[in-house]
């Protein structure tokens, strides 16, 4: 006969386990039963047409894809994923660049230099980012007028339109520059795999980084030049009250832009001086009493060991700047939020599918850059031994 | 410390380092005179509207004629003593949960429990008090009623779950990874549209939850799963022994946590905790997107004031100032714990 043993641990775990999902399947029954009900009585549609229909509004910043109002909501998805897409790339390389510099310079002997670097950090990861992108939005759009643009160079201007830039046109022989560059990364990268395994078996070095770099930059330049320089650019030129050709990059991108970056920064720049003071002063007096130089002792001692105790937080910033680049709602950024879960939703009042695919999106980016993150964290960290 | 010796060692102590101060002291000199200047010395402290403001300075004008909404939002002048109150009982409720040297804790212990139904009974009203709706609420009460209510509410949610991720049964654990992993993996304001627009639908009708009350619930929810992460870093940095230890003593799962792991594990965490909390308080400021007027939201609202118009510098530079005193200083209080912490266990160890 079956017997029923409360003290029993695992037959307890059971009992208590199909209680908790019961009730969770129960509660997630009756949500959809009170929404379905609550849909159906305010007259909302339901499924997913509505990404065929046409959008009837205008998106103003769309680089890379073409958009009319008369494009479906779908396309004003993929816009939206194309822009919070870009904007995150160019906001982690930026961020990524300046925390280093930041945190470096935290390090300083000078003592002025680490202050000033330590005040800028304190200041701006204090103040909420919504309030810093609207400050940068606020500056730019009250600069000058066209007719009176800052100039940066002869080539950028500076307006409260955005910023104007040179517009680089790509010729139909860029393709070849292209396949060089590939080439050249693919090479450098079997370069530097055999010339870690000749060292580690016959102890002979090559000058790897200095060879990788010349054929990176070298092998490009000549087919550039042999394919007779199908690059150009296109400087934006004042006519009227207007500027004509160049590239036009709107406020609330550069706002995006600067925003997300100089935030990011900062906090990067304390998980990269927390990496280097991290690694032991032994390894340093170690590396030094063998005779390293300094160089050396920096690339191949410190570094190394730093990025394992920097690259885990790094990964869990990009994914901030990622899901923070929805702040541009605000100041009026077309990314996902703001397109497709702001101006559609509303069209639409299809709330439930919108929001869903909009969350199901950043989930999917949150998930893909901490696999390939942790992929790469895997790679650098120490083998057991 | 300003001894010769010392600007040698830390300014000039090489070529390098000479020119880099030398050319420091120039670029601070260029700009913090006339910084100052705009802030304090020219600034315009009193005038009725934008035209009073004639100084080249900053035109301060504008926060003091916004300063009730700033504090209260639009909570009526009659029953602001509440906000008072509340704002006055503050210190006690928090205090002694930060300060274990603090005079009579235990007393002041019991009341940082009764302090938040305090406060809802305040804000809200109730027997004895008029009723209050949320949507006047607004400036640094809103701000501070989610910051706060949002990480207070969020602490006990964040062990359960940490506990159930770390849980043997296999539905427990995967329920709650799949919880924090998609809170986590979605932006705040997409939880805040989530609560605004579709909470309602989800809710049968006459079950109706303000938008203050549902911005709330995103951000417990929010930090609840930031939270669990940390605690469960807490709890996986707990020697076995510990556990091991426990359970030989016949400590049942719960008596195991709440009176050996957990009093440990949180010890270790609270650092980390306050700098979520830091982040979540800063985060708060996102509701303006859902139509709510926390201090940005009011200091928008006065930007699109005819009478003070183009005053945005003035105004940003406010409620930074705000922001910044609040999370300077917790993030102060974070490393002096860190400090208390790393002291505290070299002891144990000698």
Not at chain 1, 135 to 155: D, M, Q
Not at chain 1, 362 to 384: D, H, K, W
Not at chain 2, 256 to 284: E, H, R, S
Request: proline share 4%; aromatic share 14%; hydrophobic share 55%.
């Amino acid at each position: 006969m079956f017997k029923i043993d409360f003290s029993d641990q695992k037959f307890r775990a059971i009992i208590i386990q199909t209680i908790v999902v019961g009730l969770l399947a129960y509660g997630l029954y009756w949500i959809v039963q009170t929404t379905a009900y609550n849909l159906e009585k305010r007259n909302i549609a339901t499924g997913f047409g509505f990404l065929n229909d046409p959008a009837g509004f205008d998106i103003s910043f769309s680089p890379f894809i073409k958009f009319v109002a008369t494009d479906s909501h779908f396309a004003v998805y993929l816009v939206g994923l194309a822009n919070t897409l870009l904007i995150s790339v160019i906001g982690c390389i930026a961020a990524t660049f300046m925390g280093f510099f930041v945190g470096i310079i935290r390090l300083s002997s000078n003592w002025l230099l680490s202050q000033i670097a330590y005040v800028y950090v304190e200041i701006t990861r204090n103040i909420p980012l919504i309030l810093q992108l609207l400050f940068w939005y606020a500056l730019l759009i009250n600069l000058p007028r066209v007719k009176n643009s800052i100039a940066i160079g002869e080539t950028f201007f500076l307006n409260n339109r955005g910023l104007n830039s040179p517009q680089p046109i790509f010729g139909e022989n860029f393709i070849y520059v292209t396949v060089a560059i590939v080439i050249a990364i693919i090479v450098s990268i079997v370069f530097s795999r055999w010339a870690k395994r000749t060292q580690e078996t016959t102890g002979k070095q090559y000058p790897v980084v200095l060879i990788n770099f010349a054929s990176v930059i070298f092998f490009p330049l000549i087919v550039y030049f042999i394919s007779g320089s199908p690059l150009d650019f296109e400087n934006p030129e004042l006519k009227g009250f207007n500027f004509v050709g160049g590239m036009k990059i709107p406020p609330e991108f550069v706002a995006m832009f600067l925003g997300l970056s100089i935030y990011t920064a900062s906090f990067i720049s304390e998980i990269v001086r927390a990496g280097i003071l991290s690694v032991s002063k032994g390894q340093i007096e170690a590396a030094n009493s063998l005779g390293l130089r300094q160089n050396v002792i920096m690339n191949l001692i410190i570094i190394p060991q730093a990025l394992r105790v920097i690259v885990p937080p790094l990964t869990s910033q990009f994914l901030n700047l990622t899901k923070n680049s929805s702040l541009g709602i605000a100041i009026g950024y077309a990314d996902l939020v703001h397109g497709f879960g702001g101006i559609s939703l509303n069209q639409t009042g299809q709330a439930i599918e919108c929001m869903a695919i909009v969350m199901a999106t950043y989930l999917t980016i949150s998930l893909t850059i901490s696999f390939f993150m942790n992929i790469y964290n895997r790679a650098i960290q120490l083998e057991g031994r | 410390m300003l001894s010769f010796n010392w600007i040698r060692q830390n300014l000039f102590s090489s070529w390098t380092n000479s020119i880099i101060t030398v050319v420091l002291i120039y670029f601070l000199a260029s700009i913090i005179p006339p910084m100052f200047d705009w802030l304090f010395f020219e600034a315009t402290w009193i005038a009725d509207d934008r035209t009073g403001c004639t100084s080249d300075g900053a035109c301060w004008a504008i926060i003091g004629a916004r300063f009730y909404q700033f504090m209260y939002g639009f909570y009526p002048t009659e029953e602001v003593w509440r906000v008072n109150l509340v704002y006055a009982l503050l210190p006690f409720g928090i205090l002694p949960l930060l300060w274990d040297k603090m005079p009579f804790r235990k007393q002041f212990l019991i009341f940082a429990i009764v302090y938040p139904f305090l406060v809802f009974f305040l804000l809200y009203g109730g027997p004895g008090l008029t009723a209050v709706a949320s949507n006047k609420w607004g400036g640094l009460l809103l701000t501070l009623f989610l910051g706060l209510g949002g990480i207070i509410i969020a602490f006990p949610l964040s062990i359960f779950l940490a506990l159930g991720r770390r849980s043997e049964m296999p539905a427990i654990s995967a329920i709650c990874v799949v919880f924090i992993e998609f809170i986590r993996g979605v932006p705040l304001i997409t939880l805040l549209f989530f609560g605004s627009m579709m909470l309602p639908l989800f809710l049968p009708e006459g079950l109706d939850i303000d938008t203050v009350l549902r911005a709330l619930v995103a951000v417990i929810i929010f930090q609840a799963a930031y939270g669990a992460e940390v605690v469960r870093g807490g709890l996986q940095a707990m020697p076995k022994g510990q556990y091991e230890a426990a359970q030989a003593l016949g400590l049942s799962y719960w008596q195991m946590n709440l009176k050996i792991i957990l009093p440990q594990a949180l010890k270790i965490t609270i650092p980390a905790l306050v700098n979520t909390a830091i982040g979540l308080f800063k985060d708060t400021s996102l509701v303006i997107v859902i139509g709510l007027l926390d201090l940005l939201g009011i200091g928008r609202a006065a930007l699109a004031d005819t009478k003070w118009m183009a005053l945005h510098v003035e105004v940003y530079v406010f409620i930074s100032v705000i922001f910044f005193i609040f999370c300077f200083g917790f993030s102060r209080y974070s490393l002096y714990l860190e400090k208390k912490l790393n002291t505290d266990n070299d002891s144990e160890n000698k």
